[in-house]
């Protein structure tokens, strides 16, 4: 509805708009009602990648983010603590590969992360995780070499 409502508007006034619903969204959150605060967030979500890239690109998101060692292992570690539950609840794996881009800066879509975190996780991943876990260091003490 944001979206055509704006439709019939010159580019600058859009412009306007969209940057008026960005700055609620990051300025003025605890001031903003919950009925915004609802159409504010449907609005991000609607456009995951969108929503990544201007935050990565055009907000101080872009320069707070964590690069990893082995991006390939923590992966495979969130499939496995966030993808399918007992209770049968399946998370959304757009949210998911979101968040988590969010703060890794993995050079991959949200849509194609989300599919790598839906494909879960194998036994031979789970072999690899056991492999790497060192049971001698259960005191959080490095291993003297």
Known sequence: MFKSLLSDLPES???????????TA???????????????TNLFQRH??????????K???????????????LRKVFSLLEGKRKDGFMPSYLHLSFVYLLAFHENKSVEYFGDLLREGITSDDLCELFDLWNADNESGHLPAD
Do not use: H
């Open 59 to 73: 907000t101080v998101m872009g320069s707070l983010g964590y690069e990893l060692q082995q991006p390939e292992l």
């Open 26 to 40: 990051f300025c003025d959150w605890e001031n903003t009602p919950e009925r915004y605060r609802l159409f504010l």
């Open 48 to 57: 995951w990648q969108k929503t990544l890239d201007y935050l990565l690109d």
């Open 13 to 23: 006034e859009q412009l306007i708009y969209k940057k008026a619903a960005v700055s």
